[in-house]
C-alpha cells in the first residue's frame, strides 16, 4: 500500500506546474485592461539516461492511475496534500483514509469502464461498415488487407506473426514491429479474439483485427489498455510452426 500511494504521489507531482495559487488569489483585470498572454516555457529536455528513465517511470505511473479518473479540482486537492505533506502538516490521518483509496479506484474504474464500452461500441460500430469488412457472430470484426496464399493454422497450432495493437483513438500500445522481432505464440493461449481471427487467415496474408473488449482483456484491461476498451490489430501470418510448438 505504501508503495501504491508513493507512486500515486509522485505522478500527479509530474502534473503540478506553475503557480500554486489558485484563479481566485490572482487580481482582477478592469474591463479595459488588456491581458498579456504569455505561452508556457517549453519543457526542459530529457538529456541523461536517468531523466529519461525517470520520465518513463512517469508514463507507468500515469497508465496505473487511469482509473481514479481525477478532475482538475481533485488534481488541486492532491497538490494541496503533497504540499501539506512536506511541510509536516497533513490536515488529514493518512492511516485513517489511506486504506479508503482502493475503494474509491474500484468505484472510479467502473465509471471508466462504462465509458470505455460506450466509445468502443461507436468504434467498433464504425469498423464494421467499412468497406471488405466482415463481422463474426462473436462480435469480432475481419477485414483482410493483403491475401494470403498458404494454409490457415488450426487452434492446435503455433504461429509467428508481426502485429501492431492500438486503441480506439489510435494510441498505440504494442508493436512487434518496433520491436524488430516477430512474435511466436499457441493459439490456444491468446486473447479470444486472435484465437478465431488468425485461423480466418491464410499464410503469408495481412489482416486487420478489431476486438471488442470481451473479446480481448474485458473489464479488467491491462496496464496500458483501459478496462472495456476495444482493440485494433494489424496482423502479418509469418509462419505456422506446428502443433503447440
Not at 505561452?39 to 512517469?58: F, K, M, Q, S, V
Request: proline share 8%; hydrophobic share 40%; glycine share 10%.
Amino acid at each position: 500500500m505504501r508503495f501504491g500511494l508513493f507512486l500515486f504521489a509522485t505522478v500527479l507531482l509530474a502534473q503540478t506546474t506553475g503557480s500554486q495559487h489558485s484563479p481566485a488569489s490572482k487580481p482582477r483585470a478592469s474591463a479595459a485592461q488588456k491581458i498579456p498572454v504569455t505561452e508556457a516555457p517549453p519543457a526542459p529536455a530529457l538529456n541523461t539516461d536517468d531523466e529519461r528513465i525517470i520520465y518513463a517511470l512517469g508514463l507507468n505511473i500515469q497508465r496505473s492511475i487511469g482509473a481514479f479518473n481525477l478532475s482538475p479540482q481533485e488534481l488541486e486537492i492532491v497538490k494541496r496534500a503533497m504540499s501539506d505533506g512536506a511541510a509536516g502538516k497533513p490536515a488529514e490521518d493518512l492511516s485513517v483514509w489511506g486504506p479508503k483509496i482502493q475503494s474509491l479506484a474500484q468505484s472510479r474504474a467502473a465509471h471508466v469502464v462504462a465509458q470505455q464500452k460506450a466509445a468502443s461500441d461507436a468504434y467498433t460500430a464504425k469498423m464494421a461498415a467499412m468497406p471488405g469488412a466482415s463481422q463474426t457472430p462473436s462480435g469480432l470484426i475481419y477485414r483482410e488487407v493483403t491475401p494470403g496464399t498458404g494454409p490457415s493454422p488450426k487452434p492446435t497450432d503455433t504461429v509467428k506473426v508481426n502485429y501492431r495493437g492500438t486503441l480506439a483513438d489510435g494510441t498505440e500500445f504494442d508493436s512487434s514491429y518496433k520491436r524488430n522481432e516477430a512474435a511466436q505464440f499457441p493459439l490456444s493461449g491468446v486473447i479470444r479474439c486472435w484465437t478465431e481471427g488468425l485461423q480466418l487467415m491464410k499464410l503469408g496474408g495481412k489482416s486487420v483485427l478489431v476486438c471488442p473488449s470481451d473479446l480481448a482483456y474485458g473489464d479488467q484491461g491491462r496496464p496500458g489498455i483501459p478496462g472495456g476498451a476495444a482493440l485494433t490489430f494489424e496482423i502479418e501470418l509469418l509462419g505456422i510452426v506446428g502443433p503447440n510448438q
